[in-house]
């Protein structure tokens, strides 16, 4: 079984992580003056948020997996899938 305690700290952890790169990157915006560069910065921000949602989503599931049915996990794993469709660019 796996620890709640850990699995929401890593959890925490990684959205720590993406706040800091996303603070990280409007400085960097602000810094450039740049218009096309701060849409290059943005388009990078816009590929590790999906990434970010996933871990923390796929790590939540893992700190669940024990106490929900499998239809259950099926459901949020669908949810967060659905997500990351629908916020993808085309």
């Known amino acids: 079984m796996i620890n709640q305690v850990q699995v929401v700290r890593n959890m925490a952890l990684l959205r720590v992580i993406a706040g800091t790169l996303e ?26 948020g ?20 499998l239809n259950r996990l099926a459901i949020v794993g669908l949810g967060v ?3 990351l469709i629908g916020t993808r660019q085309r």
Do not use: C, K, T, Y
Not at 53 to 59: K, P, Q
């Open 23 to 48: 603070i990280a990157a409007g400085i960097l915006m602000v810094r450039s003056g740049n218009v096309a560069v701060a849409l290059q910065i943005n388009s990078i921000l816009g590929l590790v």
């Open 50 to 69: 999906p990434m970010i949602l996933a871990a923390v989503s796929f790590l939540g599931v893992a700190g669940l997996a024990g106490r929900l049915s």
């Open 81 to 83: 899938l659905l997500i």
